[in-house]
């Protein structure tokens, strides 16, 4: 379960992907934002499919299914949000 959960993280969040450089402590915070953002992101109806790499993320006009490439991710969310 716990490798199933950071797999999630990884694919959500791309800043965990790799090897953070950085100090053990900051690493800690920077995994716990990730998930304090994932959880958010739970409760607010963003979905993150642990089969596939796809985040599906809710608009005003409906569900929407993203590839989970962080381009078309950040994209979606500009348009939803902030247009």
Known sequence: MVEQTFGI???RFS????VLST???QATKYVIACA???NIGIDRG???DS???QVQLRGGN???IVA???VNIRNHIVDTYFT
Request: proline share 4%; net charge negative; with cysteine.
């Open 51 to 53: 089969t596939q790499d």
């Open 68 to 70: 989970g490439d962080g």
């Open 62 to 64: 409906g569900n929407i």
């Open 15 to 18: 800043c965990l992907q790799g």
């Open 36 to 38: 304090i953002l994932h």
């Open 23 to 25: 100090d053990p402590n």
């Open 46 to 48: 963003d979905i993150v």
């Open 9 to 11: 993280l990884k694919r």
